[in-house]
């Protein structure tokens, strides 16, 4: 599998123009990090799609065309944002709570804990019945058998995946469940006229691909953000919710929040959910990474949205996908990659101690890049055709593709890439948290490079308004 080879995957499965194909170029080949996994393929793949999409929405407005290059360093180095995030030229908040990690079970398994949220590190210590420190911990899950644990905090709503050989994962009900669903779905979910992209009819003045675009972003973390940021990158208006109640991971805020404006709205208060109502009846995309159906619980599903406002691009990004029995489980990257086999093979392929991570986030990232890739496909196929749609994606979903590339015999050994080997890919903006020194876009577009409007600020900065 190739950067060029999976683009066209992606570019069929969306069903658009393969001709468009021609204007773009990739440089660089596997392994650009040390895994066995394809990363720079998949991560030269997705920020290709959806720079591509982004040129051919320009084009839709503008008629005109641009040339497309994308090298696998700089695409790895933006799959890698929040691993090389500098404030003030220092560190970065720290992004991993303690606890988060792998621990082996008193069967012989490994088990991963998430706690990054105070709240889930809470529940996690509350469940082994132990004091709240890692020792501790390591001690409590030692008098456990990792199946049963699993189990357990899964049915309490925590945060933790088994470790799974990729053929335990395929026998898995949950597995068979992602087998069975494309990589990604754009579905058209009601009727509208054809609405042009932006605010305004398609001219010559179209200074970006999404000029005049409003995105209404409810996400946390790092794929949906990535998405609501990418779209930000070419000239969208986007405008993040959080709940006030809500926990975020701060250098996450301060790296996906670039080219976002950030209100806060409590949707438990109808005063909340009125607000938010209005401001997608003028929104053109609605990002959401809650569980699936937490949202239409609140009013927002994608077919009361598109009653409500006809045309509108509704983009949901989920764990596990929407079928199977894991359809509702909390998830995030790490733990999809170890529920998975991913984290595995890594550890096999190494004959590591414990289980290996991919070296970076990888199914974060490429969900995101695929998700804004998704809404800007959908934007164009309403401006030439009209209709309310819907973009549905997982971390599970992109987990399977990268697993379908195959593996790089050695790829392990590969150099790692620290921070100051990529200068050139780092850019610097002023802003409320300090000098933000972050991995700038990836892609070269020749009519229309991509850029961030505004800085970073903190949550709740604005008024949940449009501009204009």
């Not at 440089?27 to 393929?41: A, I, K, Q, W």
């Not at 009209?386 to 593709?401: I, P």
Request: glycine share 10%; proline share 7%; net charge neutral.
């Amino acid at each position: 599998m190739t950067p060029l080879s999976a683009l066209d995957h992606l570019w069929s499965l969306a069903g658009c123009d393969r001709a468009a194909v021609d204007d773009i170029h990739f440089e660089g080949e596997d392994p650009g990090l040390p895994s066995v996994y394809r990363v720079g393929t998949l991560a030269s793949a997705t920020i290709g799609a959806q720079a591509l999409a982004a040129a051919q929405c320009h084009r839709l407005r503008t008629g005109r065309g641009q040339r497309i290059r994308v090298t696998m360093r700089r695409a790895l180095a933006a799959f890698r944002s929040e691993r090389y995030l500098r404030i003030d030229e220092g560190p970065a908040p720290e992004l991993r709570d303690p606890l988060t990690g792998f621990y082996e079970t008193r069967d012989g398994e490994w088990i991963q804990l998430h706690t990054n949220f105070a709240h889930h590190r809470a529940g996690v210590v509350k469940l082994l019945g132990c004091a709240n420190e890692y020792e501790a911990v390591v001690k409590a899950i030692r008098g456990r058998d990792g199946a049963e644990l699993d189990q357990a905090l899964a049915d309490a709503g925590l945060c933790a995946a088994l470790i799974r050989s990729p053929n335990e994962w395929a026998a898995h009900e949950q597995a068979a469940a992602v087998a069975a669903l494309p990589l990604f779905e754009i579905e058209r979910i009601g009727d509208a006229p054809p609405l042009p992209i932006g605010r305004e009819a398609a001219t010559q003045g179209a200074a970006q691909p999404l000029t005049g675009t409003r995105v209404l972003d409810l996400s946390r973390i790092i794929a949906g953000p990535v998405a609501g940021r990418t779209l930000a990158q070419h000239g969208a208006d986007v405008l993040l919710i959080n709940g006030p109640h809500l926990p975020n991971v701060a250098p996450l805020v301060i790296d996906n929040g670039r080219g976002k404006r950030s209100a806060v709205l409590d949707l438990r208060d109808t005063s909340g959910r009125d607000a938010l109502l209005g401001l997608a009846k003028e929104a053109d995309v609605f990002l959401q990474s809650y569980r699936p159906d937490a949202l239409a619980a609140r009013g927002f599903s994608p077919q009361a949205l598109a009653r409500v406002k006809p045309g509108i691009v509704y983009v949901s990004v989920s764990a596990y996908g929407r079928e199977g029995p894991w359809a509702m489980r909390r998830g995030f990257d790490s733990l999809v990659q170890s529920a998975s086999g991913i984290a595995w093979t890594e550890r096999e392929a190494a004959s590591a101690s414990a289980p290996k991570h991919l070296p970076c986030q990888a199914l974060d990232h490429a969900t995101g890049y695929l998700a804004a890739f998704g809404a800007m496909v959908a934007l164009a196929r309403r401006a030439v055709e009209g209709g309310s749609w819907h973009v549905r994606l997982s971390l599970a979903q992109t987990g399977h593709w990268l697993q379908s590339f195959g593996t790089i015999d050695d790829g392990w050994r590969a150099a790692d890439v620290k921070r100051e080997e990529v200068p050139d890919c780092i850019q610097h903006v002023a802003s409320p948290f300090g000098s933000v020194a972050a991995v700038a876009p990836a892609e070269t577009m020749s009519a229309t490079p991509p850029r961030f409007s505004c800085p970073p600020v903190p949550v709740g900065t604005h008024e949940p308004r449009w501009l204009g």
